[in-house]
């Protein structure tokens, strides 16, 4: 049995729940999402495995999760990492929003995530338990990709593709050719 936080609208900690309980119940708790960048300016982007509890085969950021009960979350976001992607780098918060998202299951992701980004250059395995598969995508032909399927995309991550923050960060560190 997972635990995750349950948070209020301030991000601050007020309780502890069984992580499937929190999404049947709607409550809001804290969320991370991760995107990793190469040395090409590419982002790595995976499609999660069929079995995934909500948003199955849906493409999405490098890596998302949420922190367990009594765990920091960037330590949640490099521990998730390791477990889906199979590999760490060093990360920099960049910005947190909330969104709340019903999903045909019943189940709902009211969440307020926190997005960190990173680099890595080397190979690595993912776990084809999380993964089905991945790939590393200019944001150009991702943007355009999900404004043609956005049914193809997880809701957290079209958030986080429309969010000004990210247009900035985009914007100010990476070239495009």
Known sequence: MTEIIVVNEHDDEIGIGEKLLVHQQGLLHRAFSILVFNQNNELLIHQRTSHKYHSGDLWTNTCCGHPNANEEIGAAAHRRLSEEMGFDTPLEFLYKFQYR?????????????????????????????????????????????????????????KEILKSDKFTAFVAANLVFI
Not at 122 to 143: H, Q, R
Request: cysteine-free; proline content about 4%.
């Open 101 to 157: 998202a019903e999903f045909e299951n019943g189940l709902i992701e009211n969440e307020i995530d926190n997005v960190f980004v990173g680099t890595y250059y080397d190979s690595f395995i993912v776990n084809p338990e999380e993964v089905a598969d991945y790939k590393w995508i200019t944001i150009g032909n991702l943007l355009e990709n999900v404004s043609k399927n956005p049914e193809n995309y997880t809701f957290w991550f």
